[in-house]
Nanobody, 121 residues
Framework: QVQLVESGGGLVQPGGSLTLSCAAS????????MAWYRQAPGKERELVAA???????NYADSVKGRFTISRDNVKNTVYLQMNGLKPEDTAVYYC???????????????WGQGTLVTVSS
């Protein structure tokens, strides 16, 4: 079974930093795009940042210049470095990846369980 496991969430003061990690495990042949989404209370889930297998990235306008997404293709892990955090960044952050499973050779969109980030003084 293929799964994504996130870590690194928590409580941070405005202006602070956090780094989220998300590791893929299971029988994996390859991973295409990896991404971070977030969902704030009462709001729809939104894309925060994404990175392709070649390293191309894109970001939501609200996080450009503050967040950095990166990946380690050997460790099958994606990171989200978050600097200059604001209260409006408070949300559950979800990892997402297109994973080619060894069992079927097909790509499957997989979601992590989510990790809570709270920005508050």
């Amino acid at each position: 079974q293929v799964q994504l496991v996130e870590s690194g969430g928590g409580l941070v003061q405005p202006g602070g930093s956090l780094t989220l990690s998300c590791a893929a495990s299971g029988r994996i042949l390859s991973i295409n795009t990896m991404a971070w989404y977030r969902q704030a209370p009462g709001k729809e889930r939104e894309l925060v940042a994404a990175v392709t297998v070649s390293g191309s990235t894109n970001y939501a306008d609200s996080v450009k210049g503050r967040f950095t997404i990166s990946r380690d293709n050997v460790k099958n892990t994606v990171y989200l470095q978050m600097n200059g955090l604001k209260p409006e960044d408070t949300a559950v952050y979800y990892c997402n990846a297109d994973i080619q499973r060894a069992a079927t050779w097909r790509y499957l969109e997989v979601w992590g369980q989510g990790t809570l980030v709270t920005v508050s003084s």
